[in-house]
C-alpha cells in the first residue's frame, strides 16, 4: 500500500504558477514511476504528466495541453513529485491527482496507476 497527499494547489489568476507537491509513503519511491492527472467537473480524468524511475533516466513526458507549461520532477530522497505550473489558463481549472504507475508502456491512462492520492484543487480565475 502507498498513500500519497498532494498539496499546493489554490485560486490563482490567468498567467500566474502554481507548484503542486506529492508526498508518498514507503521506501520504494525510488522504484516507482509516477503521474499527474486532472479532472474538471463533468468530465473524465485526464493525464497531465509522467515521469520515470531515476533509474530509468527520469524521462518525462506531457500532455499537449500542458507541454511548455508545465514540468514534473522528483526528489526520491524526500519521497516527493512535484508539478511546477506556469503561465495557467482558466481551462487548467481542475482537482489534480497524483498516482503511482503500475508498470508497462501505458501511462496517459488511468487504469495503468495503482495508487491514487485524494487531490488538491486549482482553479484559475479569467
Known amino acids: 500500500q502507498v498513500w500519497l497527499v498532494e498539496s499546493g494547489g489554490g485560486l490563482v489568476q490567468a498567467g500566474d504558477s502554481l507548484r503542486l507537491s506529492c508526498a508518498a509513503s514507503g521506501r520504494s519511491f525510488n522504484n516507482y514511476a509516477m503521474g499527474w492527472f486532472r479532472q474538471a467537473p463533468g468530465k473524465e480524468r485526464e493525464f497531465v504528466a509522467f515521469?520515470?524511475?531515476?533509474?530509468?533516466?527520469?524521462?518525462?513526458l506531457y500532455a499537449d495541453s500542458v507541454k511548455g507549461r508545465f514540468s514534473i520532477s522528483r526528489d526520491n530522497a524526500k519521497n516527493s513529485v512535484y508539478l511546477q505550473m506556469n503561465s495557467l489558463k482558466p481551462e487548467d481549472t481542475a482537482v489534480y491527482y497524483c498516482?503511482?504507475?503500475?508498470?508497462?508502456?501505458?501511462?496517459?491512462?488511468?487504469?495503468?496507476?495503482?495508487?491514487w492520492g485524494q487531490g488538491t484543487q486549482v482553479t484559475v480565475s479569467s
Open positions: 515521469i520515470r524511475t531515476t533509474a530509468s533516466g527520469g524521462s518525462t
Open positions: 498516482a503511482v504507475h503500475g508498470g508497462g508502456s501505458y501511462y496517459s491512462t488511468p487504469p495503468y496507476y495503482d495508487y
